[in-house]
């Protein structure tokens, strides 16, 4: 059962390193860094959006408006670290004793 739950914390480390990896190209292409007329840009983009919209979305919309700023991200990578170490700390070592 420790090994489950060690590949649902490795699987969450994954999405926030998606989710990060997804801000950063964003930035790069709101700054015109990269072009998304580059299919390899366009693809990837395409992909990170898809994997990451359907958790962003839903807390885009309970946070206020801040103009050009979106801490949606933030937020979600946050949720998703307290829900690691819960996984990690408080019911791994339960399922132990």
Request: no cysteine; proline share 5%; charged share 10%.
């Amino acid at each position: 059962m420790i090994a489950l739950l060690e590949l649902v914390a490795t699987v969450i480390q994954l999405y926030m390193w998606l989710i990060i990896i997804q801000v950063i190209l964003s930035w790069l292409v709101a700054f015109n860094v990269v072009n998304t007329s580059n299919r390899f840009i366009y693809l990837v983009g395409d992909f990170l959006y898809r994997v990451t919209e359907p958790a962003l979305g839903p807390i885009r919309r309970f946070l206020p408006n801040l103009g050009g700023i979106d801490l949606s991200p933030l937020v979600l990578i946050l949720l998703l670290a307290f829900l690691q170490n819960l996984l990690r700390y408080d019911i791994g070592p339960a399922l132990l004793s």
